[in-house]
């Protein structure tokens, strides 16, 4: 077990961080706004939103760590990237479902919106280099 700083010059380790600082942005916009009365794991799209967020943010902590750490576990990331991918493509649909449903164009959540793009953009292109289809 070795600390590897290579490891964040690779396409890998810079969307690791990418993700990480997204998924902060994201939880700051997300539960600093009060939605109906309710926190930002109140109400059902926000909460999916929130939770699937902060626990995301979570394991690409520690895969980073792991990732620095130089412990491959390319099987497991590349399925958790692709559930991600998914869940969050899952997440940008229904937040925007409820900026149009409550007419809430205000601008955190237009940013929460953009970045949950983003973050499956990131998984996405994670996916993609896991799979040998894009360079790391």
Request: hydrophobic share 50%; with cysteine.
């Amino acid at each position: 077990m070795a600390f590897s700083t290579g490891y964040l010059s690779t396409n890998r380790g810079i969307i690791k961080i990418l993700q990480i600082i997204a998924g902060i942005i994201m939880c700051s916009f997300l539960c600093a706004n009060t939605y109906e009365a309710r926190s930002c794991f109140g109400e059902s799209r926000v909460g999916y939103t929130s939770g699937l967020n902060f626990v995301v943010l979570i394991i690409n902590v520690v895969l980073f760590i792991l990732g620095l750490l130089s412990l491959n576990v390319w099987k497991l990331e590349h399925i958790y990237s692709i559930i991600c991918t998914i869940l969050f493509a899952i997440s940008c649909g229904l937040f925007l479902w409820m900026m149009i449903q409550y007419n809430s164009f205000v601008y955190n959540n237009v940013i929460t919106t953009i970045f949950l793009f983003v973050q499956t953009l990131l998984f996405l292109w994670d996916v993609k280099i896991l799979s040998g289809e894009s360079p790391n």
